[in-house]
């Protein structure tokens, strides 16, 4: 299986600041079709996870344009530009490109 | 609005069964592939299971291959998921979600509310 491992585990933030979140796998997630098989997932307290981006960078509907990532091969990153009270939860990576699909241990962002 | 509206969780004795559904509103669920993923109390997200849209393939995390059994019921919009043999272990939330697009395999863009299972003398 391929293993997912984000640093930090957890970070707290001031408002206005950016974050930022690291996704290492441990197999190439680049496909020959030249995507990336990546995505992240934000859940915030008490709620479903929800689809922030997919094949690294691509926004999904309705996701603010403060959430940006990047990167390809086994090295991934998430930004946040400005963090804003409401994206308090627990972040998620995950890859798709082989079964089983693998997340992350989660980031646990909090409000400074 | 697209939906996904779960039921059928709840407390079951170890070894006992439980069926959860996943009843899809505002699109054809058909046409979408449906994961599950649970999430132990307290811990991170876990895949489990997978079924293509038209149902004729099917994928299992290992913990519960020969032990769950998902299956699709397109004339009643539904994605099913039965469980069998439980144990402690399986104690979760399961969340079913669809595929992002019609093609995507693993990609969920929207996501059940969760049920929890509660695996217990």
């Known amino acids: 299986d391929v293993v997912m491992t984000q640093t930090p585990l957890s970070l707290s933030v001031t408002p206005g600041q950016p974050a930022s979140i690291s996704c290492k796998s441990s197999?190439?997630?680049?496909?020959?079709?030249?995507?990336?098989?990546l995505s992240w997932y934000l859940q915030k307290p008490g709620q479903s996870p929800q689809l922030l981006l997919y094949e690294v960078s691509n926004r999904f509907s309705g996701v603010s344009d403060r959430f940006s990532a990047s990167g390809s091969g086994t090295d991934f990153t998430l930004k946040i530009s400005r963090v804003e009270a409401e994206d308090v939860g627990v972040f998620y990576c995950?890859?798709?490109?082989?079964?089983?699909?693998?997340f992350g241990q989660g980031t646990k962002l909090e409000i400074k | 609005e697209v939906h996904l509206l779960q039921s059928g969780g709840g407390l079951v004795q170890p070894g006992g069964s439980l069926r959860l559904s996943c009843a899809a509103s505002?699109?054809?669920?058909?046409?979408?592939?449906v994961n599950w993923v649970r999430q132990a109390p307290g811990k991170g997200l876990e895949w489990v299971s997978f079924i293509s849209n038209s149902g004729d393939k099917t994928q299992y995390a290992d913990p519960v291959k020969g032990r769950f059994t998902v299956s699709r019921d397109n004339s009643e919009n539904t994605v099913n998921l039965q469980m069998n043999t439980l144990t402690a272990e399986d104690t979760a939330i399961y969340y079913c979600?669809?595929?992002?697009?019609?093609?995507?395999?693993?990609?969920?863009?929207?996501w059940g509310q969760g049920t929890l299972v509660t695996v217990s003398p």
């Open positions: 505002g699109f054809t669920i058909s046409s979408y592939a």
């Open positions: 197999q190439s997630l680049l496909h020959s079709s030249g995507n990336n098989y």
């Open positions: 979600a669809k595929g992002l697009w019609t093609s995507s395999i693993m990609t969920s863009s929207t």
């Open positions: 995950m890859q798709s490109i082989q079964f089983p699909p693998t």
